[in-house]
């Protein structure tokens, strides 16, 4: 399929070719001139800013050139005239996205249309790139790729399995793509972010999936769940995304106290009444250096119509596919669901989150759990709810935090 641009590139004239792919979010139009390519547009492509900070150009001075310039020659000669950005620069970034945008397309059947470009310009734009070079840079490394790698889209979406976050700790390249994975993105929005070369992005995810620190967003988990935690043994660490933006990772409180609540789902009639005391609290808890975190067994998007609606002033993680919860070794107890003494909570819940509490995303049976864990990342007490409502007290927590100041003993 690239030798059809490579044959529309050697016309005389200027042309705009157009591929069509089965697969639309493939479909790419180059507009060729003087055997170059001199534009680009491809799903799989960033934005000229992404690739401009990536070759480390501040945004405010791209904003400043793109203001003064007025369109991306404009932009790209102002900064090549006041010296952000060398020739050479410019002409590596103009390849590498010629690279990327074509790398996809090699091994596919397209329909291909083209026309003359008729308001051309003069002279060759500061973004030109050799088009034989470009082709035949992608054929070798597309040439390259694995089976599995190929079969990768532009569509594809993928699961972050949150408990393999710190083995990616020092590989920026996996931690990219694992965070954007664990955001949603696609693996077209991956390299229109990132920004990764698409030979490079594929690679990456294909050593994530061998890992096990991504899936196929549709593949069911494998569920194993673990022996109960216990005072002593280290809290397992892990990475969620968090309700407020980005994500939270465990380890990266090391240093301070955490309180780690795991609770039901979001509009949970028994675990929301809770969440309201811990509110409350918080500012003690601050005050002492204890850091709240909240687990809760539902996808991201729900959690602001359940436990988002109190505004809790600490993180509200989603973990939908309960391989934290199974990891922290939390069960399922329909005994526990259904003992009399949830009742007093359960109609506080019904008034605070109304129908919606009847809403279970699969934890209609969980027994939540709570872990105070010291500075140093080892669990100090491991509470396990008996039945759905049997929380940790509230003043064993504060007299657990009062030991966490500087200077105090702790209780054995």
């Given amino acids: 399929m690239l030798q059809a641009v490579s044959q529309v590139a050697a016309k005389d004239s200027p042309t705009v070719l157009n591929l069509s792919f089965a697969d639309q979010q493939l479909n790419t139009a180059l507009r060729l001139m003087q055997g170059q390519i001199v534009g680009l547009r491809s799903s799989v492509l960033p934005p000229w800013s992404v690739s401009l ?11 400043e050139a793109q203001q003064v310039g007025g369109n991306l020659q404009g932009a790209l000669a102002f900064l090549l005239d006041r010296g952000y950005l060398g020739r050479t620069q410019l002409d590596t970034a103009a390849q590498e996205r010629a690279l990327s945008a ?15 470009w008729t308001d051309a310009p003069a002279e060759l734009p500061l973004n030109s790139t050799q088009t034989r070079q470009a082709v035949e840079t992608a054929e070798r490394h597309a040439a390259l790729l694995t089976r599995e790698e190929r079969s990768l889209k532009p569509s594809s979406r993928f699961a972050a399995n949150p408990l393999s976050a710190p083995a990616l ?38 050593r994530l999936l061998r890992d096990g620190a991504l899936r196929p967003q549709n593949a069911a988990a494998p569920r194993e769940v673990a022996d109960a935690l216990k005072a002593g043994q ?3 660490d892990f990475c969620l995304p968090d309700l407020a933006g980005g994500e939270l990772r465990l380890s990266a409180l090391r240093g301070q106290p955490v309180w780690l609540v795991f609770n039901r789902q979001s509009t949970c009639a028994m675990c929301n009444p809770h969440h ?6 918080h500012e003690r808890l601050r005050e002492r250096g204890v850091q709240i975190v909240s687990v809760w067994g539902s996808p991201l998007e729900d959690l602001s119509d359940g436990i988002g ?36 909570t359960m109609i506080q819940g019904f008034r605070m989150m109304g129908a919606s509490a009847l809403k279970d995303d699969g934890e209609l049976l969980r027994m939540p ?44």
Avoid at 180 to 192: K, P, T, V, W
């Fill in 53 to 63: 900070i990536a070759l480390g150009v501040h945004p405010a001075t791209i904003a």
């Fill in 102 to 116: 074509l790398l996809p397309l090699a091994w596919q059947t397209s329909m291909t249309s083209s026309a003359p």
């Fill in 169 to 206: 700790l020092g590989d920026d390249g996996k931690e990219r793509v694992y965070h954007a994975a664990m955001r949603g993105l696609s693996l077209g929005e991956m390299s229109q972010r990132t920004p990764q070369r698409w030979d490079t992005l594929t690679q990456t995810v294909s």
């Fill in 234 to 236: 280290a809290a397992p």
């Fill in 276 to 281: 309201a005391k811990i509110i409350a609290m």
């Fill in 309 to 344: 609606r109190q505004r809790p002033p600490y993180p509200v993680l989603a973990d939908p596919k309960d391989e934290t919860y199974d990891r922290y070794g939390l069960r399922m107890s329909l005994k526990g669901t259904l003992d009399p003494r949830n009742l007093s």
């Fill in 369 to 412: 759990a709570e872990f105070l864990i010291g500075a140093d990342g080892v669990i100090e007490t491991a509470h396990y709810n008996s039945y759905g409502s049997d929380w940790l007290p509230l003043e064993r927590v504060l007299s657990w935090a009062d030991q966490q100041k500087p200077g105090s003993s702790k209780l054995n």
